[in-house]
């Protein structure tokens, strides 16, 4: 048998799935070679070693690199017992568990480990050949595409402007200056941005902090995970060959009605009033957890449904609905829900909205909303990421490759939140060469395709999918 050459461009979680999917096949006639930074090789962009208090917003139990469910769990359980019983674990903590698992990969014969950063990548005939950092080129039969989230954007045009970090983490590197601002600005509301007011809480931070967002739109609080209950609507609908968003909506509210939950209520609404919504959340948490069920308990099967809808209906989810989605769908742990209460009901804590624009004036940020001018002296970026390269509110390692793959027209856009690739087995489609079989995209750049994979579950399969559909026509 002809021994098959396979890249890996990446690392961190999908590129640490996807080494392990391929080492399972005991017999499988391959010579691997991943790719990525020393600082990165893995633990990825997100789990790189950072503070010890920083925690992770999905629970252990669903935090598995592998096929078995319970294997992250398992480890804590056996290297770190005292932590077993807690619902939601460290970053610290994971990126030890996804080193010590790529180390275990690393010692089969067939992987060959590079820290060295690709910077292109180029197509002739059957082949793909990546051109490293040095100039040196690697020639694979198949590469897999696992550099992870693309930079946040800089809705403010703030990038290089000393006091204002793009990418914030890790957040120890900038902890001693951070902890010296007269006061501090987050922008955004999401989880990123929670994470980066819960380190400030944690480390006894005295100014004042500002969550800078036009929506005023926090995730939902996390409730208690419920692992069976019946809906009698949606249960029906997925249960379908073929299935409509419309038939999914009128599901949803029609669940939400019999568990007499009040959708009004319990979904943040835009520019609303955030506070009051936290509380309320606090208070009524054994509906909460219904809500959420309603969102999750499909979870594994967003993927398929969402590229069973017309593009209208994509379109029309991603208009009308998708944030709702995220909020549920991605809670923030309760803990820090009532530190951002406590830090509310203080004073210390203030939601800025309704922001024309943002400029550094001498030492200070002038923040200028439509009736007032805020003087911030710091300000972490917490926004999403961005798919044109021109736009990135920071420099990141991944942005030479992509934007030479934008220029050879190799990538091309799908949508707002995803590079185009096809579904199940995520081979790339190139507006030049068609749809490439052998090179695969995975993780969050695929996000608007493979709904759902901003979790390492997700992710996991679809990277899964996609080393399956390789090895069947080896």
Same mark, same amino acid.
């Given at each position: ?50 503070? $010890?208090?920083?925690?992770?917003? =999905?629970? =252990? ?11 992250? $769990? ?34 089969? $014969? ?20 990546? &051109? ?44 001693? !200056? ?108 054994? !509906? ?123 990538? =091309? ?56 559909? &390789?090895?069947?026509?080896?």
């Amino acid at each position: 048998m002809t021994v098959k050459r396979i890249g890996i461009v990446g690392a961190g979680m999908a590129g640490i799935q996807a080494l392990g999917a391929y080492l399972k096949n005991d017999n499988l006639s391959c010579e691997i070679h991943i790719f990525d930074s020393k600082k990165h090789s893995g633990y990825g962009l997100p789990f790189i070693p950072d503070d $010890k208090s920083l925690l992770l917003n =999905q629970p =252990q139990d669903q935090m598995s690199l592998t096929e078995e469910p319970n294997h992250y $769990k398992e480890w804590i359980e056996k290297h770190h017992p005292k932590e077993a019983k807690n619902r939601f674990t460290t970053r610290w903590r994971f990126g030890e568990y996804s080193r010590q698992l790529f180390d275990i990969y690393l010692e089969d $014969k067939r992987v060959h480990h590079h820290t060295l950063m690709i910077n292109n990548l180029k197509i002739t005939d059957e082949y793909f050949t990546l &051109v490293d950092e040095n100039n040196k080129t690697h020639t694979f039969d198949v590469v897999h595409l696992c550099f992870g989230q693309m930079p946040y954007s800089d809705p403010y045009d703030l990038k290089n402007e000393k006091g204002y970090y793009g990418n914030p983490y890790p957040l120890s590197r900038i902890k001693n !200056k951070l902890l010296k601002s007269k006061n501090i600005g987050i922008v955004g509301c999401g989880l990123s941005a929670v994470d980066f007011f819960i380190f400030l809480q944690t480390k006894n931070y005295k100014g004042h902090i500002f969550f800078l967002c036009h929506g005023q739109r926090f995730p939902l609080i996390r409730a208690k995970d419920i692992d069976a209950l019946a809906l009698p609507h949606l249960d029906k609908v997925m249960r379908r060959k073929h299935i409509r968003l419309a038939d999914i909506l009128t599901a949803f509210k029609a669940d939400a009605q019999h568990f007499e939950i009040d959708l009004e209520h319990y979904i943040p609404k835009i520019n609303g009033h955030p506070l009051s919504e936290l509380l309320f959340q606090e208070k009524h948490l054994e !509906k909460l957890g219904i809500l959420q069920h309603m969102v999750l308990k499909y979870h594994d099967d967003y993927p398929t449904v969402w590229n069973q809808f017309t593009l209208e209906e994509q379109n029309t989810f991603a208009e009308d609905y998708l944030d709702i989605f995220q909020l549920i769908k991605s809670p923030m742990p309760l803990r820090s829900a009532r530190k951002i209460i406590k830090g509310i009901e203080t004073s210390s804590t203030h939601i800025v909205a309704f922001i024309n624009r943002i400029e550094k004036k001498r030492k200070y940020f002038h923040v200028e909303t439509t009736t007032d001018t805020l003087k911030i002296e710091t300000i972490l970026n917490g926004t999403g990421p961005v798919f044109q390269p021109k736009d990135a509110g920071h420099d990141a390692p991944i942005l030479p490759l992509v934007e030479s793959m934008l220029n050879e027209r190799i990538l =091309q856009q799908y949508n707002d939140s995803c590079f185009e690739v096809t579904f199940p087995d995520f081979s790339v489609v190139s507006q030049r060469y068609g749809i490439l079989q052998n090179l695969k995209l995975h993780g969050q750049t695929v996000a608007g395709i493979n709904l759902a994979n901003n979790d390492i579950g997700v992710i996991g399969n679809g990277v899964r999918s996609a080393v399956a559909d &390789v090895i069947s026509r080896f």
